[in-house]
Structure formats: C-alpha cells, structure tokens
C-alpha cells in the first residue's frame, strides 16, 4: 500500500502531526526504486541528498520551528530545471554530463521553503514534443498503462505524480507540456500566467512561451506548489512584479457566481468522442454548482498551431544556439576544423525532433522570410490575445477539453510529427497568450485512460482558476482515482 | 591618374565605463592576464540563464547620444544577431537592429584649414561585447583557446554616414570623437586595451567622362589606433586606385563583391580576410529574455543636468568671449577636460584668456612634458598660475619677472619645499622683481645713462633708432624690475624733447 494515496491537505497534517519527511522521502524512494523502472519517470533520482534534506526538516520541526506547509514533502523536478551539483540534461545527449553551477530560482525557493528535492524527471530533449518519446535516455511510460504514453514533454514529472513516485512534480509548459500529461496521466498540471515564475534556471525552449508550473494528485497541491513558486525574481527580466495570493489558503473556498465560457472552436473535428462526453459532462457538473454558462467564439484559434510552431521554433532556433561544443555539453571527438565542430558536435548531440524544430526556426527567421512568417506570426499571436480578453470581459473561466484524445500509443505517432502538434490544439492558445492554466482530472475512458478537463484564466487570476477547479474537483471524485500498482 | 573622390564612413566600437557588465553583474574590467574569471553563468551563456539590463550602461549611452547630438528614441529593444563563433558564448549578440535607441546625429570639427567640418551620423546602438578567442601564435598549431573576460561588456556602436573624405579626416574624425567621449566620461577611450575601436568603410568615387563611377567597398576592420587608421585609409586609397585602372570594377558588379581587409601595421599593407558572398544573414530578431525600454522625459532630464561642456562649445566659448584664436582654443580644448578646466581656472582668477593661454599652452605644457608629469602633479597649481598672471594683468609684474618667479617655484618644488600662491609675493621681494612703476627713479636712472652715453644720446637724436636699444639694455640693468617698454618709451620722450 502506498502512503501517497491521501489528498494533499491530509499529507501536510500527517507531517504536522508526527510523520517525518524522512520516512516519506524513503517510501517515495522505495517506491522508485522498485516500480520506476517499468514507468521510466526519471532521469535520475537523488536518494542521498533528499534524505539529507529530509532528515534537516525534521531536525527543524523537531527544534519547534514554525515550517511552510511544503515543507519536508517530496518534489520531482523536470530535468530542465537547473539543480546546483547535479546534472541537467534536457534529457539530451548534448547536456549528459552539465552540471549546472547554480539552482534555478524555482530550487532555491523550494529550498527554502523546506521541500525534498527527490529527483530529476524525463522529458521529451529541450522539451520539444507531446509524449516523452524524444528523450536521449528512451520514453517515460503512461502508469495507467505503460503501453501508452504519459504526454509531453514533461511526461516524468506528470507519471511521478501518477505512480506515486513523489506527491508533487515540477513541469514546464511552453505549448502545453504540463497540461497535456497531467490530462494523460490523470493528475492535476497548472501552467500559470507568463511572468508569474521566474524562468531563472529553466532551460529554454521557447523562451516567450515557457513557464514552469506544479503537478499534484489534486487542485490543492497544485496551489501549495504554486504559492512557492510564483513571485518576483530580478534576475527574470519578464518575470512580473506582483504580489501573490496565498493559494493554499484560499482554494477551498468556492466562487459564487462563477461565468464559465465554452468556445464552440474547442469542439472541433478530430475531437474523441469520450472527452468530448466527459467535457460536456463537466459543464453540467459546473452548471450544477451554480455556475452559468456562456458560449463564446475565439475565431483565431484556428491559427494557434501554426503561430506556435513558428514562435517557438524560431526562439528555440536561437535559443539552441549556445550548445556549440565549444564552451560545455558535447562535443564530437573527430572535426576537421572549427565549422566541422560544429556541425559534428550538433549532429551528434541532438535528436530529430530537436534537428527537425532547429531548421524550421532558421528558416523562418532567414532574411526573406522573417516578415512572411515570424512577424506575422507576432500579429496573429496579439488577435489571439485580443479574443481572449475580449472573452474574458464575459467570463471568468474558459472550459476545454485538454487534449483532444486520451493517451496514445508509445510509438502510435511518432512517424508523423504533424499529427502529434495538432494534439496541442486547445492547449497552445493559453500560451501564445501567456494565461494560466489548469489540467484537472474529469473522467475515464472506455479503455482505461484518464481524460483530463483545461479550464483557462485571465492573467494573474490563478487564485481563481484554482478555486474553479476545486469546486469540480470536490464535486467529482475522479482525482482520487489511481492506476493500479504493481508492486 | 584617374581624377577620384574617397568616401570613407567610420563604425567606432566604445566600450563603456560601466562597473559591471551589460546583462550581468560581473565587474567590467580589462583583465587579459587572468582569463576567464569576470564570468557568471549569464555571460557564460549557461543553459537557463537569464540576461538583466544593466540601467547604468544605458544611462552612459543616451549621454553620449546627447554629446553627438542624436536623437533619442522613447522606445527602444534589443534584438538578436545570430552567428557562430567561439568568442560567441550563447551563439547570439545581443544587440539593436530596428529600432536603434539613436539616431541622426552629427559630431563637428575643425579641419587644419580652419573649415568646420560636418560628419552626420546614421545610429548609435547599445550592444554586448564577444570575448577574446587567443590563438597559438608560435606556428606551433597549438589548440586556440577562449577567454570571456569580456563577454558582455557593454559596447556601444556608432555609424557615421559616408561623409569623410580623406585619411585624415577620418582621423580628426576619431579624434575628436575620443575627446568627446573623455570629456563626457563614458569610456577611458583606452586605444590598446580596444575600449575604443573602429571599422573603416572605403571606396572611390571615380569621375571619368562627366560620369562618377563607384567602386566595390572594403570594409577595413579593428583599427586600434589614430596612426593605423590614417595609414590603412591611404594605403587602400592607393590600391583601390590602381585596382579600378587594371579591373575597372564597380560596385553592385556581381563579380565585385563588398570585402573585408585588415591592417598589417608592420608592411603597412591591408590583407584580404573575407569576401562576403552577399549580405551574411543574421537572423535577427527581437530577444525575448528582455523587455523593451522605455525612456522617460524625467530620465532624460537628469541625464542632460550631469552634461558637462562638449569640446566643441567650450572651442567657441574660448574664441568669442575670450579673444583667443581658433588654434589656441583647439590647443587648449584638444588637450582634453584636465587641461581645459585648468585653463579656465587660471582665467577665473587672473581675468585675462589670451595671456592664460599663452602661458597655459607654452610655459605649461613645456614643463609638464619635460618634466613628465600630468597636470595633477605638476606643483604649480592653476591658483598659483593664476595669481601669478593676475600680477601681471596689473602691470604688478613683466612677463620676465612673472617666468623668473615660475622657474624658482618650479625650482623650489624640485626642493621639495611646499609652493603655494602666497610664495610668490616672497619670491618677488626676495628677487626684487617687482616693477617698478615709479616714474621718477626710472627718470634718474635715464639722466645718468643718457649722461654717460654722450654719443649714443646724439645718434638717437640724430634718428639713429638702433642705437636706442644699448641705452634701454643700460637702464635696465640698473633698475630691475623696470617694464622694457615703459623705459624704452620714456628715452624716446626724453630725447626727441
């Protein structure tokens, strides 16, 4: 029996009353090492020093210290998240042996706030991808079943969660990385508003689009992490100086008069017919609450995918750039000369999709083609923002499936990187806008599968979209649900 | 002989005087002999790092924008400028394209002709500087190596329009620049350390047949001194020139290429680097690390109150409201801000600007040369100068009395004896220097020469002018302190009566 079956509140009370952090860290680190070789969540786990930080939270707990509530719970961190002394690898062949000389700022707060740093997590390499398939050190398998993929590209993080590796993980979310495997693995997966966490440490990928956010078992978790995290950090310069609500006090507090919207381009073709049951189950669950229901048009969204691609892909084309061989990460050991280096260094060190979203970016920022594509891409991206806001003077929550489908097949898409893109269809908007958003658990598919339900918020309304979500998620019982483990 | 023009525009290269650099805060120092230690994560270009504007670079770039009168942009960015290179940490410049945060501007000078000249400027961007990449110079083909000291300097780009027409123009171009620059404050304008550098772009245009015929243009790069970049614009001149006569190529020809040379300041020759097959593509575009910067009025205001005079402004000022000439205000102002304030000191007190300057850009620069001292050291401070000359202003003192007293100030100095303005009245006293203004005891004095010197006294009568100077050169002798002219006149007076 596992000991993370509990919600997140009761998990808290269990360390306040008695419980220390170093016999979670330990189960936590059993459970790895047993079950997480058939599931592949991690990319490493750092047993020693947990246990070490774990056994320090005690020692402060113990000497009457007041503590913050994360403190001595487990964490699992992406491996895009620089951790100080232990290797960061994107889960690239490139960044196999960097070790970062600094934390990012997410760590550092983690740190401090008392949370045990457990592990580094899968991720599809510079977290290009949908399913954790394109990691140097093979794929992450879905824990409801480990034929199917967990999602992309933080699928360690969401399947840590889901196996019960560790209570809470830490993703990024750059075209929907967090919410699209929360929806697979059937946890809660929250992108907040761009500007809300600092990007200090975090690997970029598309640096315009990326934020890191939490993973939980519930809304409740996803709101203690959050409260962590978010914040003002100089060293960001786009990260937004604000205050932040105190999430974890608030979130079980329902919102009267709740407005949720449904944009009719949200069900489109090529959506399962099982989430889309199960998405339309959750507007009559929030209608029941009291809630009233407003239909809306977001007319461009139609042209999410294809702005998205092409802003990420020109970012990360630039972004990518550094990882030349010269300075650190790999370098080939047979070049003729300088350019040769470069190009054997970067042949070797990256996979293809990485290849595959380097040239499109080049490409599109090339002379002659910038305005065609990356500047009109900016344009569009802005009329996606300006429908957004223009929604959100109606209401105060958009409802959306998370994804289109439940979790694929390991290897079911990797031939066709299209059809794998257009999977990011009602998440990638929330970015190219920078609003928050949320994964939560809403229902099972036929096969078993977890289906997961995205409710989007104005920026910086976090502290509301996370009480939305917990109003679904106390009416339904589908975030206590877990897959089966084997033990 | 081609009858030809040269069209010359300069890229100067500053650097700023920041204490930290552009987008971190490591120190912005000059440090060859210790690579590698200014550096953090961020300008190490370490995945997950993040660049911060430093405001204080900023701040130095809008003062100079202001010094070279450019307009200011109230928003402005950064973009990237993409190319591979291992002095490149992250693969990228950070930079400003489109939207520069200055542009259209002049700097003004004076040619030797005594003609103002005018160079227009096209921008001024803010930009971080590559490292070093240090090559095995020994032949040896030892591995290169790199050192990002500094990396992420902050670097400021300005461009001129094609205005310049000779080597040495471009020359009093630079010059006038670096004094600017120094007199402002932004930059040491250190020439071998490359705090101040420049890109020389050339060509000719050849007037054949009521035709004017440009050349391909070479861009002539990394010119690290006023000498080198005189010698490399007149040495690829003189080869752009004789290459038109053999080839006959124009610019915009597919198979004339704009190139880039060097300067090998040991054959004085420039040395092909590369051609550049057509525009290189730096992908730029806008960098989403940081956010744009908007300039306030107010921001600008405080900027202007810290402005000091500009060298071209105090020229004028020394020309119309003290009486000096053009060549002693450019004397005196090239000499840069020390030099020039001391000057003005002197004024401030002895209220006489010619006599300032005579005594500022002879007696004082001579000593300071030969004694190798800058004006800091040198003892003779401009409230002693100016005391001095104040003395003799009022006819208190000769010149010759006034540089009798500065050498024995000097020479106490040397003593290491403490010289201050009240040892001059001391020093006058003890020499019996002061002139003596009494017209009664220069009267004896005459009667008695001119007694003596029957004959010399007849000649002068008789209208022998030259045989006036012996009978001064005898009072004088007697009187000390006497001012030559005063005597000389009174003779005249006494013996035309």
Redesign the interface.
């Known amino acids: 029996m596992s000991t993370l079956m509990e919600s997140t509140r009761e998990l808290v009370q269990r360390l306040q009353s008695g419980e220390t952090a170093v016999s979670l860290t330990q189960s936590c680190l059993n459970a790895i090492t047993s079950r997480d070789a058939a599931i592949h969540a991690f990319v490493r786990p750092i047993a020693d020093g947990a246990l070490a930080d774990a056994a320090s939270v005690d020692g402060r707990r113990q000497a009457g210290e007041t503590l913050s509530p994360i403190a001595g719970i487990p964490i699992a961190l992406k491996d ?3 951790t100080q002394g232990v290797a ?1 690898t ?1 889960s690239s062949r490139m ?1 196999e042996d ?1 070790i ?3 934390d ?1 700022h997410v760590v550092t707060r983690l740190r401090e706030a008392g949370a045990i740093i457990i592990g580094k997590t899968n991720l599809d390499e510079f977290a290009m991808g949908s399913s954790t398939e394109n990691s140097a050190i093979g794929p992450t398998r879905n824990p409801w079943n480990t034929a199917h993929a967990p999602g992309g590209s933080s699928g360690g993080s969401a399947a840590a969660v889901a196996a019960q590796f560790a209570p809470l993980a830490l993703g990024s979310d750059t075209g929907g990385s967090i919410r699209q495997p929360a929806s697979f693995c059937g946890v809660v997966g929250l992108k907040p508003t761009y500007g809300r966490v600092s ?6 990928y ?3 689009l990326d934020q890191i956010g939490p993973f939980a078992r519930d809304v409740e978790g996803a709101a203690l992490l959050f409260d962590v995290i978010a914040g003002h950090d ?5 990260s937004v100086n604000r205050p932040v609500p105190k999430c974890w006090d608030t979130v079980n507090q329902p919102l009267t008069g709740l407005r949720v919207g449904v944009a009719k381009e949200h069900f489109g073709a090529g959506l399962d017919t099982e989430v889309e049951a199960a998405t339309r189950k959750a507007i009559e669950v929030y209608r029941s609450l009291g809630a009233t229901i407003v239909d809306l048009s977001l007319p461009h969204s139609k042209y999410a995918i294809a702005v998205y691609y092409l802003i990420a892909c ?2 990360a ?2 972004n990518l ?2 990882y ?1 061989g ?3 990460g790999h370098r080939a050991e047979k070049f003729s000369n ?2 040769d280096m ?1 190009k054997a260094s970067r042949a070797e060190g990256f996979g293809a999709e990485v290849k595959r979203r380097v040239m499109l970016g ?1 490409y599109a ?3 002659g083609y ?1 305005d065609a594509y ?1 500047l009109k891409a900016l344009k569009v991206r802005r009329l996606i923002r300006n429908d957004f806001d223009a929604a959100f003077e109606k209401v105060d929550v958009i409802l959306s499936p998370t994804s289109p489908m439940p979790a694929f097949k390991v290897g079911e898409m990797s031939d066709d990187p299209l059809k794998m893109y257009l999977a990011d269809i009602y998440t990638i908007s929330a970015n190219l806008a920078g609003l928050p958003g949320i994964s939560v658990p809403a229902g099972m598919s036929s096969s078993g599968l977890p289906i997961g339900l995205q409710l989007l918020a104005a920026p910086f309304e976090e502290e509301r979209l996370l009480r939305a979500a917990r109003m679904f998620e106390n009416a339904t019982d589908w975030s206590r649900r877990s897959p089966e483990l084997n033990h | 002989m081609a009858n030809y023009t040269t069209i010359i525009g300069l890229e100067v290269h500053v650097q700023l005087l920041t204490n930290t650099k552009l987008f971190c805060s490591c120190p912005n120092r000059f440090n060859p002999d210790n690579p590698n230690v200014q550096t953090c994560p961020v300008c190490l270009g370490l995945p997950g790092a993040l660049p911060v504007l430093n405001r204080e670079a900023f701040k130095l770039s809008l003062k100079t924008a202001m010094a070279l009168n450019l307009e200011l942009a109230r928003f402005t960015k950064w973009d990237r400028k993409q190319y591979y290179y291992p002095d490149l940490p992250k693969g990228y410049q950070t930079s400003q394209f489109d939207l520069p945060f200055s542009s259209k501007g002049y700097v003004e000078f004076d040619m030797p002709s005594g003609e103002l000249k005018r160079v227009r400027l096209i921008r001024a961007h803010l930009e971080e500087d590559a490292g070093k990449n240090i090559h095995d110079e020994s032949g040896r083909g030892a591995d290169s190596q790199v050192d990002l000291n500094r990396a992420g300097t902050p670097l400021l780009e300005i461009v001129s329009e094609p205005d310049i027409r000779s080597a040495e123009e471009a020359r009093l171009y630079l010059e006038e620049m670096r004094l600017l620059l120094l007199t402002i404050g932004v930059s040491d304008c250190n020439m071998q350390e490359g705090s101040l550098r420049c890109d020389a772009n050339v060509n000719l245009h050849i007037h054949e047949n009521g035709e004017t015929i440009p050349t391909p243009i070479v861009e002539i790069k990394n010119l690290n001194s006023f000498r080198f970049l005189e010698a490399a614009i007149e040495y690829e001149v003189k080869r752009q020139l004789g290459q038109w006569e053999k080839e006959r190529k124009r610019l915009g020809d597919v198979d004339a290429p704009k190139t880039t040379r060097g300067y090998d300041p040991d054959r004085g020759v420039t040395v092909l680097q590369r051609g550049k097959e057509g525009a290189a593509d730096y992908r730029y575009f806008p960098c989403p690390d940081l956010v744009p910067v908007v300039v306030s009025e107010e921001e600008l205001a405080a900027i202007r109150a810290t402005l000091v005079e500009f060298p071209s402004a105090r020229r004028r000022r020394y020309c119309d409201q003290l009486g000096l000439s053009a060549y002693d205000a450019q004397v005196i102002v090239n000499q840069g801000n020390e030099f020039a304030a001391y000057y003005d000191a002197v004024v401030a007190i002895c209220g006489d600007g010619k006599l300032a300057a005579n005594w500022t850009t002879q007696d004082v620069l001579r000593q300071t040369n030969d004694r190798r001292e800058t004006l800091a050291q040198f003892p003779v401070t401009a409230e002693i100068l100016g005391t001095l000359l104040s003395k003799v202003a009022k006819n208190e003192l000769t010149i010759k009395a006034a540089r009798d007293v500065f050498a024995a100030l000097l020479a106490e100095a040397d003593e290491e004896k403490p010289i201050s303005k009240e040892r001059i009245d001391a020093i006058v006293t003890e020499k019996g220097l002061a002139t003596i203004s009494d017209t009664g005891a220069i009267d004896a004095v005459i009667n008695a020469v001119v007694a003596r010197n029957e004959k010399a006294a007849a000649d002068v009568r008789a209208g022998k002018q030259q045989a006036l100077g012996p009978l001064v050169g005898q009072v004088m002798k007697e009187l000390k302190g006497a001012d030559a002219k005063v005597v000389r006149q009174m003779l005249i007076d006494k013996l035309s009566s």
């Open positions: 895009n998240i620089c960061t994107c960044l960097f970062p000389p600094y990012a990007r200090y440490g975090l690997v970029a598309a640096s315009s100089e060293r960001d310069s786009t020109s970012e084309s630039s750039a550094r030349d010269v300075h650190y300088m350019i470069y080049t920022l090339s002379s910038y990356y």
